[in-house]
């Protein structure tokens, strides 16, 4: 008889693993903070640009190669949407819409996913896939509705819309994580997106001679903490944990951020935006259960792109 050893997560991979939760889940307050002194523009731009480079530093030690000539537009198609434009419509939703919301908004994006790889890469749309998605997209919806009396809210929509973006980007990324590690994948996506972001400078300039402290602390922290060491430790972490844990821990970013928003921020959500909240992460529960045999990518972020869980050793 023959025995298979099972092995159990460790302290360093589980740290790594809560940490990335918890940096994610401080992006969506500290973008509060961000946009407040330095507006949408330059808070996209500086944190794209804080991240690239504290990535390229990391790069040579991590063992990053240089893309293929052939991958560079689908590269480009990464960079344009899960960060350029996922920078400046999460930025822009943020100004109307409170952190702990957007987080919740925000925990719709798979949902975009996999519709997107159903309509683009053939994906199988099943009754559990549908039922997910409008399960989570009703959940999103009562988010939305339940800041106030007006109803649906221009900056609800923004934020969504920002989901969408990510949405495209992770079906972009899928093809690219069967040849790059989950870390090369969001640095080449990072530093296309820093450069479809350069038309934002000029407002950046004007912005950063008058931002408060508070603002520049903040979008330091957005490139360096949850933008670039927060890939660094997830993909250290899922390459070495099981599934289940890792798709798990996704789930908790939102609650952790209404946590965050309401101790940095003394932001606290109203229960209709807590119910709604809380059945967009069923949805999304629902959505990923797949049969362990199928790849899956998920989602994070404040800004962040997909990671495959289990990647495959490289080309």
């Known amino acids: 008889m023959t025995f298979r050893t099972v092995r159990t997560p460790r302290a360093p991979q589980i740290l790594a693993l809560a940490g990335t939760v918890v940096l994610w889940a401080s992006a969506f307050p500290a973008i509060r903070v961000g946009v407040a002194g330095l507006g949408i523009a330059a808070l996209s731009l500086l944190r794209l640009a804080i991240a690239s480079a504290a990535l390229a530093a990391v790069a040579p030690f991590a063992g990053v190669r240089r893309p293929r000539a052939r991958d560079l537009p689908l590269i480009a198609v990464c ?130 001679a008058g931002a408060p402290v508070d603002a520049l602390g903040a979008v330091l922290y957005l490139g360096l903490l949850p933008s670039a060491l927060g890939f660094v430790i997830w993909g250290h972490a899922v390459a070495r944990l099981p599934l289940a844990t890792s798709t798990g821990a996704l789930y908790l970013v939102a609650p952790v951020a209404l946590l965050v928003a309401f101790g940095w921020l003394n932001e606290v959500p109203n229960p209709v935006e807590l119910a709604g909240g809380a059945v967009t992460v069923l949805g999304v529960v629902l959505l990923n259960r797949r049969p362990d045999r199928e790849p899956r990518v998920v989602a994070r972020h404040p800004a962040a792109p997909a990671t495959r869980l289990a990647p495959r050793k490289r080309a």
């Open 79 to 208: 960079g344009a949407t899960g960060m350029t434009a996922y920078q400046v419509l999460l930025n822009w939703g943020e100004v109307h819409v409170p952190a702990g919301t957007a987080s919740l908004l925000i925990a719709a994006a798979p949902v975009f996913s996999v519709l997107l790889a159903g309509a683009f890469l053939a994906e199988p749309i099943t009754r559990q896939v549908v039922a997910g998605s409008l399960t989570a997209l009703a959940g999103a919806a009562v988010v939305a509705c339940g800041g106030g009396a007006t109803g649906f809210s221009a900056g609800a929509l923004v934020v969504l819309a920002a989901a969408v973006v990510q949405g495209v980007y992770h079906v972009a990324t899928k093809p690219l994580l069967r040849r790059y590690t989950g870390l090369e994948v969001a640095s080449y996506a990072m530093w296309a997106g820093t450069v479809f972001a350069a038309p934002l400078i000029p407002d950046t300039v004007r912005a950063v």
